[in-house]
């Protein structure tokens, strides 16, 4: 049953007194199972019966009320039709909701009970209001697109369709171009045969979700940790538990392995979203041996893995210490390394997976779109990839250094702490004072800059205090005057916090 | 549980039995748990364990063997984690494989219920062969993609890329562009705000299924009907009951609504796939008021709508016929009228469906690319669309008249029935003798003609004698070659046929 109904039962006898039904006094006039669906009906609208009830087995009201089961199967459809009730097979039927007069087709009783959990808007959210342009979003994570090399990406989709003709334009095979895939192993490791293209990593997640997660089935996660990832393991209806990603103290990660027998650990251990932190070298190392240990797959997202600041490279990845290349899961998208509007990611993984990966990527998007396959991997081809890169690496530091400053100097000295990363693209800030980041984000947006707090990032509360800022999507001195919007807010949710306090003391 | 593996379950008893223990002499050496593990693996590598057998609860044989409960977790963790036992929230512990000893970590035993019951790979190989250039393929529905406008295409997309910048580059909202939207609701009807972009129709029909599917649930679709349909519905877990759409039976499908009471309706009504067949007026009209009557859902496929061939226009489709505009979910996608490698189709439907679509769709492909929606908006206002398709209208039909001459002459009198559609881009055909399409399906191959067979589209036995041919895909030379192989292979098989027929009589 869906999580969020009530599980309270309705005895028959509880029933007919809610109604306010006497089993004799009701009229036998034919057909007697629209009485019943009357009766119902208006209790439904009443408010007696509330959505979530779970109404009386249909042999045992026959029972109660003398007539046929047939009479109340024919009751209990005729609700569910005008979506007032739905059964659920070998559960029952449940009210589903209030009547609706007005709406000729009561969607709310169609919706599954997986769908109705989905409720979390948070990435719909971020993506609408990066694409708002009355908004300065520093809240969803997008590269200096401003720098896009557009002219160059011309060149090369004009090339592409120049050389590939029609290619470009018919079906292709499931797990990828094959020219793509050998081009994705030479540029970023692993091999063409276990990559599969996928449209950006949150498909990937998705596909890895419903590949390896049952029902109830545990999962572990970095705390704090992507929420794209919590998401599609929450929807494939995962337990999740967090490790504290930042400690990384590898006792409390055994502790979970021994405790709940994850079916997989998530992690994002290169300039993680959203700490900005690195797992080192030994935690890394630890990793392997633990998931080795516990036969447990690590699924490692590479998103932000090129994007280095201080030109140092990040300590080896995860899938490079797995030597036999059994354990790890590579996730990794072009949308934070060039742009997330292509919808182009990848995954490397051992065979047997990426052939159930691409028997299920077949059925929800046959393939990923064959234009960008060919474009992005000319760019890669010709260098430009690369020299992109290097150009967003340069633009980027430059803009984290300035924003930070702007941030130290307008926020009120002591009030947030400011993580400035080594590479990625967010600052993970902690406000100091008892302010809440909620305040600070609504303050800032009713300003026009969008940020985003800590609370969905964390699976078992917390992150009220914290704020996830983008640096580099915008030119320092948008990113300046944003910072300074940013800073007043923070000024103004203290000062609010330091006059709710007392009065709370007083109460 | 897996619906593959069997229901047999081990009692502690026939466990010990099956494999040879005697509690008694099992030696009391530490650890105990790996003793139990030893025994079990054992057993499941020579076979007296048989994949899908469940273990015993871990209570009991922990009192049979005269150990902690504990031991035994231990021990059946163990063996899930050598991937030779699965275990299920609530259900048990099950073996799951055979031992594999060479490779360092099972994964078989990783995989989630759901993803092993995926294993139709019928799309997959449908667009692997589409893209392999030593075959012909007339096995998945392509338009004319030689007369694709690569030219036009590309002064649209320069023309994006100026007039757009870099709303190319940036996250977009995940039900679409706005302005593509408007684009979408001007040319096909319905409202933009009631529209959701997708990444072709087969996204749509994953979500919808995900949408409105709870496991154990019914589903109506067409007999014959789109296998990738039937994927998505099979993968949500759905009970399919097929509805002869060629008879358009209304009283079986009344029959149907009545006996199993359907969470929808899957149905292509205008020059259907696989069977080139349109739904007629009347029918339509039946269709809408019994799903009105009876509250069900309708998911119209119009993948196909736009492709007369004869110039007249399809009668209404469903959604128009559906005044409240309630009862009604569109699909549709340029995969049949541009080109399938652009991954792009929208779903029309109540707003309240088209909100709960796009907090689905941003969890599994958080926004369909930017790109194309931006060319194809601009392909749609200048006209290219309207004028690409009259030109397809007309090279189609010249395909099909030359391609069914040809079946016509190269395939033995009486042994093939080719029905010859109004519009679409497929001849379903019917072997007229005893001979098997799957045969002439494996003749053709080895030739180098791909065609498919009509089993993947019924859902409950059928098609062993229907084979689908796409007879759009290649110039019309081609698609004659193609055709002689094609008789060429249904003579054989047909001559195969007469050759076996009596020597089963004899026997």
């Not at 209990?76 to 000729?104: H, M, N, W």
């Not at 020299?387 to 980027?396: A, K």
Request: aromatic share 6%; net charge positive.
């Amino acid at each position: 049953m869906p999580t969020r109904v009530s599980k309270q039962r309705q005895s028959v006898i509880g029933l007919l007194r809610t109604l306010n039904i006497d089993p004799a006094q009701i009229p036998r006039t034919r057909p007697f199972y629209r009485r019943i669906v009357e009766l119902i009906e208006r209790g439904v609208s009443g408010g007696a019966l509330a959505p979530g009830v779970r109404l009386p087995p249909e042999r045992d009201l026959a029972l109660a009320l003398d007539v046929s089961r047939a009479t109340v199967v024919a009751a209990y459809r005729e609700l569910e039709s005008r979506g007032l009730a739905r059964a659920y097979v070998g559960r029952g039927t449940f009210v589903s909701a209030t009547s609706d007069g007005s709406a000729p087709f009561a969607w709310r009783g169609k919706i599954s009970t997986a769908a109705i959990q989905m409720t979390d808007s948070t990435l719909r959210d971020l993506v609408r209001h990066a694409a708002d342009p009355d908004i300065v979003s520093l809240a969803a994570g997008e590269p200096a697109l401003d720098l896009f090399p557009t002219d160059a990406f011309r060149v090369a989709l004009d090339d592409a369709l120049t050389r590939h003709g029609t290619a470009a334009w018919g079906h292709a095979p499931t797990e990828g171009q094959h020219g793509f895939r050998e081009v994705l192993a030479r540029r970023f490791g692993g091999e063409a045969a276990n990559t599969l293209v996928i449209s950006g990593a949150q498909q990937g997640l998705d596909l890895l979700a419903r590949c390896l997660i049952d029902r109830g089935d545990a999962v572990v996660v970095d705390r704090p940790g992507y929420l794209g990832s919590l998401q599609s393991f929450r929807s494939a209806g995962a337990r999740i538990f967090g490790w504290d990603f930042v400690r990384a103290d590898m006792d409390e990660l055994e502790d979970l392995l021994l405790r709940y027998r994850p079916k997989l650990i998530y992690t994002n251990p290169t300039f993680q979203n959203p700490s900005g932190q690195t797992l080192p070298i030994r935690a890394r190392r630890e990793l392997i041996e633990l998931a080795m240990r516990y036969r447990v797959p690590i699924v490692e997202d590479e998103t932000y893995c090129q994007l280095s600041l201080s030109g140092a490279a990040p300590p080896s990845a995860l899938h490079e210490l797995d030597q036999d290349g059994t354990v790890v899961i590579r996730v990794n998208s072009f949308s934070k390394v060039l742009a997330p509007g292509l919808r182009l990611g990848w995954v490397g993984a051992a065979r047997p997976i990426i052939e159930q990966l691409a028997l299920m990527k077949q059925q929800i998007d046959p393939h990923t779109q064959n234009l960008i396959q060919l474009v992005v991997a000319q760019m890669i081809d010709t260098g430009l990839f690369d020299t992109h890169l290097s150009t967003l690496r340069v633009e980027h530091r430059r803009r984290r250094d300035s924003m930070a400053r702007a941030l130290q100097k307008y926020t009120p000295s002591g009030a947030l702490r400011v993580g400035v990363p080594e590479g990625g693209l967010f600052f993970w800030c902690r406000l100091a004072a008892q302010a809440s980041a909620r305040e600070v984000q609504q303050r800032a947006l009713a300003h026009g800059v969008a940020i985003v707090t800590g609370e969905p990032f964390y699976v078992d509360g917390g992150g009220t205090r914290e704020l996830r800022i983008c640096f580099t999507s915008r030119p320092s001195d948008v990113g300046v005057r944003a910072a300074k919007v940013i800073g007043a807010s923070v000024a103004q949710a203290v000062r609010q916090s330091e006059r709710a306090q007392p009065i709370a003391r007083i109460v």
